[in-house]
């Protein structure tokens, strides 16, 4: 009943900027918080950067000033701005939003993208 489609990935040289986007669409009534969580190889998926519907955001240390996320509400979609990557970024990032459908406008249910390939390298 959502569906969260992302863009934006790919192979970038260390220093490099990429952006990801991710729209939401679907049966949707609301949606609270959107968001980028990433999974290396071996590793447990973590929190990049976090925004709420009021526009609070909340980034990973590793990530402060270097990355940027940014949301338009009026179309679902959250923007996440790479800069000065580093091959430590490397990973699959997955696009989250905690959404409300029309069918039960009062309940907040976690959806999750298919996920996209950041590659940082040389």
């Known amino acids: 009943q959502v569906q969260l489609v992302e863009s934006g990935g790919g192979l970038v040289q260390p220093g490099g900027s990429l952006r990801l986007s991710c729209a939401a669409s679907?049966?949707?009534?609301?949606?609270?918080?959107m968001g980028w969580y990433r999974q290396a190889p071996g590793k447990q998926r973590e929190l990049v950067a976090h925004?709420?519907?009021?526009?609070?955001?909340n980034y990973a240390d590793s990530v402060k000033g270097r990355f940027t996320l940014l949301r338009d509400g009026a179309k679902n979609t959250v923007y996440l701005q790479m800069n000065s990557l580093k091959p430590e970024d490397t990973a699959v990032y997955y696009c989250?939003?905690?959404?409300?459908?029309?069918?039960?406008?009062?309940?907040?249910?976690?959806?999750w993208g298919q996920g996209t390939q950041v590659t940082v390298s040389s």
């Open positions: 679907g049966n949707i009534f609301s949606i609270n918080a």
């Open positions: 925004i709420t519907s009021g526009g609070n955001t």
């Open positions: 989250n939003a905690d959404v409300s459908l029309k069918s039960s406008p009062y309940y907040y249910d976690p959806y």
